[in-house]
């Protein structure tokens, strides 16, 4: 829970913390992953490709800019750690079955994050935790289309 300690300094719940850290490595091994899936889509020609997953970076770098702030504003300083190794992936479906495996990890993490932090009163590490969580979840769906077709449906507990 995050609240003010008599010294007027900011308390954070230490598994919301925790949280938060692990948002930030996930966020920055996604986008270290989508940079280079998407440089190796280019060298294979696939423009649309590359294309797409550059804009799958962008959106984790955005999430990580979002769970940076709100750690700041808890007192709390992002620290770098062991990013995720990048897994490439030989076919373009190969890539889309490891982003898919990453995403339902996070959309996992996220909704236990949010749940803990609702739970510790912490509502605006909550909401940012939903929020993320709905926008990984689209990202999921998306995945999934590409792999199957507009008829796809995430199906979290199923793996690829």
Known sequence: MSRASRA?????DLRLRGYLQE???????????????G????????DEVAA???RDAAEELGHLERLTRR???LGVVPRGGPVPPVRLGRTVEE????????????????????HHAAQ???????ALFLELLEEE????ASIEQALWGPSATVTEGSSA
């Open 95 to 114: 890539m889309l079955l490891i982003d898919r495996a990453l995403e339902q990890e996070v959309v996992r993490t996220y909704d236990d994050a949010a």
């Open 52 to 54: 797409r997953f550059r």
């Open 71 to 73: 750690s700041l504003l």
């Open 120 to 126: 510790v009163g912490d509502e605006a590490s909550a």
């Open 137 to 140: 979840l689209e990202h999921l």
């Open 39 to 46: 440089c190796l889509a280019e060298l294979w020609g696939l």
């Open 8 to 12: 007027g300094t900011v308390v954070v």
């Open 23 to 37: 948002a930030v490595l996930h966020e920055l091994g996604a986008a270290q992953q989508y940079v280079a899936q």
